[in-house]
T-cell receptor, first 114, second 111 residues
Framework: QKEVEQDPGPLSVPEGAIVSLNCTYS??????FMWYRQYSRKGPELLMY????GNKEDGRFTAQVDKSSKYISLFIRDSQPSDSATYLC??????????????FGKGTKLSVIP | NAGVTQTPKFQVLKTGQSMTLQCAQD?????MYWYRQDPGMGLRLIYY???????DKGEVPNGYNVSRLNKREFSLRLESAAPSQTSVYFC??????????FGQGTRLTVV
């Protein structure tokens, strides 16, 4: 079993829809949880960063972490065509040196149709 | 403010050739990383440097070496390239509370 599982999609939604993206994981040592957005032929761009369990909101984006279920989610409200990209979840254990050795999901490809 | 800069952006190598991928960051981050991204595999950590003067293996280090030249620069070397190393390579940097800033990638093809 891979440490991080993410449905690769593709996922196609109409403009304005609420999008839900999810990842599950098996490694209890993961403490930091991130969501990245990657446009075609570009580098990943950090969207959300959460430490331990809980919710975090930033504009149209909400990240949720449930460590008891080993499950993380990203919600996108009022989705826009510009949100069309691949979304990657990533996780890291705690490191006393302050570095983050990320384990990624395979990514979910999202298309928002005007 | 450039962030993380990788050179070259594209490269084609013949099997057995060597090359070095360069990475520099201007954010004064302590930690730097090399990842590779393959279709259907996601991003996987090759090597990382938690701080200047240290390097450690990640998930897929075989066939690679790294050098943390100074706080800004972290290079990845392929001593004898193999077709299995055809991939997109990403450099990243971070410091506590500021996670995972990625470069734009190097597309490497080994023929």
């Amino acid at each position: 079993q891979k440490e991080v599982e993410q449905d690769p999609g593709p996922l196609s939604v109409p403009e304005g829809a609420i999008v839900s993206l999810n990842c599950t994981y098996s490694n209890s040592a993961f403490q930091y949880f991130m969501w990245y957005r990657q446009y075609s032929r570009k580098g990943p761009e950090l969207l959300m960063y959460t430490y331990s369990s809980g919710n975090k909101e930033d504009g149209r984006f909400t990240a949720q972490v449930d460590k008891s279920s080993k499950y993380i989610s990203l919600f996108i409200r009022d989705s826009q065509p510009s949100d069309s990209a691949t979304y990657l979840c990533a996780m890291s254990p705690y490191s006393g040196a302050g570095s983050y050795q990320l384990t990624f999901g395979k990514g979910t490809k999202l298309s928002v149709i005007p | 403010n450039a962030g993380v800069t990788q050179t070259p952006k594209f490269q084609v190598l013949k099997t057995g050739q060597s090359m070095t991928l360069q990475c520099a960051q201007d954010m004064n981050h302590n930690s730097m990383y090399w990842y590779r991204q393959d279709p259907g595999m996601g991003l996987r950590l090759i090597y990382y440097s938690a701080s200047e003067g240290t390097t450690d293996k990640g998930e897929v280090p075989n066939g690679y070496n790294v050098s943390r030249l100074n706080k800004r620069e972290f290079s990845l070397r392929l001593e004898s390239a193999a077709p299995s190393q055809t991939s997109v390579y990403f450099c990243a940097s971070s410091q506590p509370g500021r996670v995972g800033f990625f470069g734009q990638g190097t597309r490497l093809t080994v023929v």
